[in-house]
């Protein structure tokens, strides 16, 4: 009996590229996609992905790397030699070559622009020199505009022979004053109606544009307010330089979205993927963590200090890891109402005591649940009702500095500029293990003959 | 000297309210945006706010409840007489419509209902029928559709009719069979071109179609697939029934990432804004930390099995929580990069056996750097070596257990259909502070001759 082999798509991509198959290989990618395809890649070897990329045509390749992370498509960028990587480069959106360019070292990124044309290179590197989240790093410098003097004859000319490619992104054409500061914008349908003889300056509309430095955060309520599917962006002299996307904006969100979550979670310093290599992988994430641990032993050292309490009342040991992962957990709720009230703009970063109001009153009805709760487990374990009384005190007003501080401390980071996705969690678990701590075990000092005698 | 107050945007908003004056109002509201007024009316009396809705026309208020998180709507909506409510809910888009009325309860919605046109309270009991993110529940029943045997004349008439509202999505016109079977779509410049007495049959493409139950990562592939800016959906009988645009699908991966940071850090059972009831904020964040709390207090519970090995080497009571805290931290890294390449795609829920297989290599890497670290530290403290030997070993295996957890984790709860952001988190500190108390205390007591004489 025969037995059918199913290939998986990476060890079909394999075949297709050792074979030279350029035809097969690209109805292949295409055919399952580019997330497919993405992962099918990543189980290849470093050679075995440059073959691939180089057998597809510069153009499907560029299609491919486009839709990828950033990050990994710098990674895999970086193993081509620079005149492949410049030509695959060649055929993406300018935002996207900014993009990738902006993750290579700028050491690669200097030798691939080198291959590249120099009037593309030179955009390039003004592309990538603004900030990724900002109106200059999302914008695309593929726009379609004239001059003032230039009839709507002349322009319906040129938009027939640019052909179809940019009509999924919607069509504006916008007019240029001689130095070319933007002066408006012309409708498709009154330039089909206009006299096609007569300069687009008569049929122009005064249009809205942003300055590059326009934050995401703006951008998104730029594009709330209005139903465009894009703005154009002008530098300070009122020039046009580009045009931004509804639909990138919307994309650069979901990342900045997923992003918040990751960092969060302690994965700083660059996305991770598992095949990626090991040392890089486990550098990243031990970078961060050793800096967590030894936070973790500053505040883990308000219990050396009561050494003698705790040798007295060896049940606290118990409870001193509970306080500190309740209060962590409390006080990460707090952070990430806060993460959202500053994503939708419903609170702004000076309103802390506002803010502060209304964590402190969900932190008195938790702690006093909570702290009632633990109280009542610790009564029944000891039979004592002391030791009860200190461990829930003890997370009860712990629970209100939990959320305290993890209500403010996003709003305090925003102020200063930095990200609150990063640094809250590390702020946030240091200063509440540390109160919780010393809260449990100067309380326990306290009562130390109710606790031995109960 | 007279003194200038400048009112806040709230007090503005309640001032027009109160003078009913609607076309004040109206343009107050669009001049500071949809965010900044969703800020401020979070800050009125629910009389209030009730006044400022009720103050717009149902067109005006529409356009702003279509742009807030769909809870909030609902929120504010409930609030409303149902006669107020159907009126404003009749100016929203369908599938927004259908949002808000999927919050309400079903009594609020059954009433608002109601009293809105029967047929579009059909449509929008349909719509709410399906999981919000699918096709279904991303779709928009407005689209243009005609049957095959109309004629290019008379759809371009009927365009006409339509005016530009819909411009600004991108148009597609569908073909439908008799029995409403999608038959294809007319591209607009072929029905320009066409002899305007033919039916559109004549110059009606095939078109792609998606199914209602597709997945919000389903839709992604598609239109990572596809330069579309909509797709049409159709019931099992192949019937046209709604059209997903891109923007939709891109908006709803944005919200969906912001809602796995949120769950992962313990807002579950609803978004929270800190001007919702105390009481609704505190019972749901309370009702996540209880169950957290007696998952924390079975793993505490180990200790209390060593209260002798702990009494005659108290200095390991400062180890514990500084264990747990950072098998938690370790763990959470790779639950986050299991999360990345989920949504991803490029690791499939029942390749649990590679990805456990990738982050076992990073855990011993990070467990050697990070047991060295806590060892060096335990001997420099207490002068004993067997101490640092202890501790530097528990937390390198428990940084092993908690990388091999929190990267396969989050792949089970996907195959078994649970939400991994939610429950990857409390699973993974229970078993990691379980397995870290009993690794240091269980050590600790094979080597306790050493630990005490040294």
């Known amino acids: ?117 120099p009037d593309t290179a030179a955009n390039v590197q003004r592309l990538s020199s603004y900030a990724p989240e900002s109106a200059g790093g999302l914008m695309m410098s593929e726009y379609i505009a004239y001059s003032e003097d230039t009839t709507s004859g002349e322009v319906i000319a040129g938009l027939g022979e640019r052909g179809e490619q940019e009509s999924t992104l919607g069509m504006y054409v916008y007019v240029t004053s001689e130095t070319g500061k933007l002066s408006g914008v012309v409708e498709l349908h009154s330039l089909v109606l206009s006299r096609h003889t007569a300069p687009i300056a008569f049929i122009s509309k005064p249009c809205l544009s942003i300055p590059e430095d326009t934050s995401l955060t703006d951008l998104e309520a730029f594009f709330d307010r209005h139903a465009f599917l894009a703005v154009p962006v002008v530098d300070r002299r009122e020039r046009l330089v580009g045009v931004v996307h509804r639909q990138h904006v919307d994309e650069a969100l979901a990342d900045s979205a997923a992003a918040t979550y990751r960092k969060s979670q302690g994965i700083i310093g660059g996305d991770e993927i598992r095949s990626q290599p090991l040392l890089l992988r486990s550098g990243r994430r031990v970078s961060w963590l050793s800096l967590n641990i030894i936070l973790n032993i500053i505040s883990a050292s308000v219990i050396a200090l009561y050494q003698d309490t705790l040798s007295a009342v060896i049940a606290l040991a118990v409870f001193l890891p509970i306080v500190s992962d309740m209060s962590g957990c409390s006080g990460n709720q707090a952070v990430a109402v806060s993460m959202r009230e500053l994503a939708l703009g419903i609170v702004k970063p000076y309103e802390i005591m506002r803010v502060w109001l209304q964590e402190v009153s969900v932190g008195c009805i938790n702690g006093l649940v909570l702290g009632s ?57 240091t200063v509440t293990d540390m109160c919780g701590f010393f809260l449990i075990l100067s309380l326990a000092t306290l009562m130390l003959p109710n606790l031995i005698t109960g």
């Open 1 to 117: 009996m025969e037995q059918e082999i199913e290939l998986k798509s990476w060890e079909v991509l394999k075949a297709l590229a050792a074979d030279d198959d350029a035809d097969q290989l690209r109805a292949y990618v295409k055919d399952i996609g580019v997330n497919e395809t993405f992962s099918a890649i990543l189980r290849l070897s470093r050679d075995e992905r440059e073959k691939v990329l180089t057998t597809l045509s510069a153009e499907d390749a560029a299609d491919f790397i486009e839709e990828i992370p950033d990050q990994h498509a710098a990674e895999m960028i970086q193993k081509l030699s620079a005149e492949d990587a410049a030509s695959i480069l060649s055929e993406m959106e300018s935002q996207d070559q900014a993009d990738v360019i902006g993750a290579l070292s700028s050491k690669q990124a200097d030798a691939v622009l080198a291959e590249m044309n």
């Open 373 to 429: 709760l633990l109280a009542g487990v610790a009564m029944l374990w000891q039979g004592n009702p002391y030791l009860g009384l200190v461990v829930g005190v003890a997370l009860a007003l712990n629970t209100v500095i939990a959320v305290s501080i993890g209500g403010t401390v996003p709003l305090f980071l925003k102020r200063m500029g930095k990200d609150p996705a990063v640094a809250s969690g590390p702020i946030l678990t």
